[in-house]
């Protein structure tokens, strides 16, 4: 498969800290996309990128496309308890396809 | 502004059953997926369609097929179900070709016993 993979698998964090997770892959994709899920429910887009080096903000959220292409971060800045989820990359080189990470699964400690 | 639309959103099949996933999305968008997503494993491509009368293998194929119904409609069915295929099962759509990012169902928790 074209699984990417995301780390780190998991984390627990303090609120208010500062939380970063990356995704990589052996292959180059056109566009990265954050996405986030909450039990229960479908994933929902956070933040999409797609220029390598782009460099992309949604209120606490910031997220990378790296320059290889190969790679994507996200940063949360000063947790809160509803940031409490499941976080996925996925990437698409052209046509239709989208490829996920395995996810990363995110707890904030009040 | 209902989105993607997925029914039923749990479901229990013994082994050998057959049953059809629906989907349903008002946005007017091309192209539609169907994901299984398993512990551990993330999201993996089972179906897709580009268009409406176009279908094309994902990841994970074996045991399902889809129908393309028309532009707003893209099912999801098993034939034979089997204990392997106990999973949550998520619909998306995106506006087609290019760059353009992808809207998910609620997902259908699918039990097989």
């Known amino acids: 498969g074209q699984q990417l993979n995301q780390s780190p698998q998991s984390m627990f964090i303090q609120e208010g800290e500062d939380v970063s997770m990356n995704c990589t892959s052996s292959?180059?994709?056109?566009?990265w996309l954050w996405y986030k899920q909450d039990p229960g429910e479908g994933p929902v887009l956070l933040i999409a990128?797609?220029?390598?080096?782009e460099l992309t903000s949604n209120g606490r959220l910031t997220a990378q496309f790296g320059i290889t292409r190969k790679d994507s971060f996200l940063n949360i800045s000063a947790s809160i308890p509803s940031d409490v989820g499941i976080y996925f990359c996925?990437?698409?080189?052209?046509?239709?396809?989208?490829?996920f990470g395995t996810g990363t699964s995110l707890t904030v400690i009040p | 502004n209902a989105g993607v639309t997925q029914t039923p959103k749990f479901q229990v099949l013994k082994t050998g059953q057959s049953m059809t996933l629906q989907c349903a999305q008002d946005?007017?968008?091309?192209?539609m997926y169907w994901y299984r997503q398993d512990p551990g494993m993330g999201l993996r491509l089972i179906y897709y369609?580009?268009?409406?009368?176009?279908?094309d293998k994902g990841e994970v194929p074996n045991g399902y097929n889809v129908s393309r119904l028309n532009k707003r409609e893209f099912s999801l069915r098993l034939e034979s179900a089997a204990p392997s295929q106990t999973s949550v099962y998520f619909c998306?759509?995106?506006?087609?070709?290019?760059?353009?990012?992808?809207?998910f169902g609620q997902g259908t928790r699918l039990t097989v016993v």
């Open positions: 990128l797609y220029k390598a080096g």
């Open positions: 996925a990437g698409q080189r052209t046509g239709n396809q989208f490829y």
């Open positions: 946005m007017n968008h091309n192209s």
């Open positions: 292959s180059i994709f056109n566009t």
């Open positions: 369609s580009a268009s409406e009368g176009t279908t």
């Open positions: 998306a759509s995106k506006k087609g070709q290019g760059n353009t990012e992808a809207f």
